[in-house]
């Protein structure tokens, strides 16, 4: 099992800016693919960002790119994601989540994570 907590979520005003964490513990693997998806209120849950075990292969989402970027310390078991110059449409619950099947690239579908966080909030004002 995986536990994972995500932490750094709160109120901005649009244009701010929030760095998200997310901590892993339990059975890790620093070869497993982190994720962060993001769910507003009568949404589906969508992917954001995602970020290959060695850190090379980042991806996003085209409604976040230029603005959010997913990093990782593997030494600490943690991802990050930086969200800059933020929207009033980024207001959601953002769960991290971990895939840990080997891909040649990392997934934006849901249904390849293992195990996901219970989110942190994020609300964007006006």
């Known amino acids: 099992q995986v536990q994972l907590a995500e932490s750094g979520g709160g109120v901005v005003q649009a244009g701010g800016s929030l760095r998200l964490s997310c901590a892993a513990s339990?059975?890790?693997?620093?070869?497993?693919?982190m994720g962060w998806f993001r769910q507003a209120p009568g949404k589906e849950r969508e992917f954001v960002a995602a970020i290959a075990w060695s850190g090379g292969s980042t991806y996003y989402a085209d409604s976040v790119k230029g603005r959010f970027t997913i990093s990782r310390d593997n030494a600490k078991n943690t991802v990050y994601l930086q969200m800059n110059s933020l929207k009033p449409e980024d207001t959601a619950d953002y769960y991290c989540?971990?895939?840990?099947?080997?891909?040649?690239?990392?997934?934006?579908?849901?249904?390849?994570?293992?195990?996901w966080g219970q989110g942190t909030q994020v609300t964007v004002s006006s």
């Open positions: 989540a971990t895939d840990r099947t080997t891909r040649i690239r990392p997934s934006v579908l849901r249904a390849a994570y293992d195990y």
């Open positions: 339990g059975r890790t693997r620093g070869t497993d693919t």
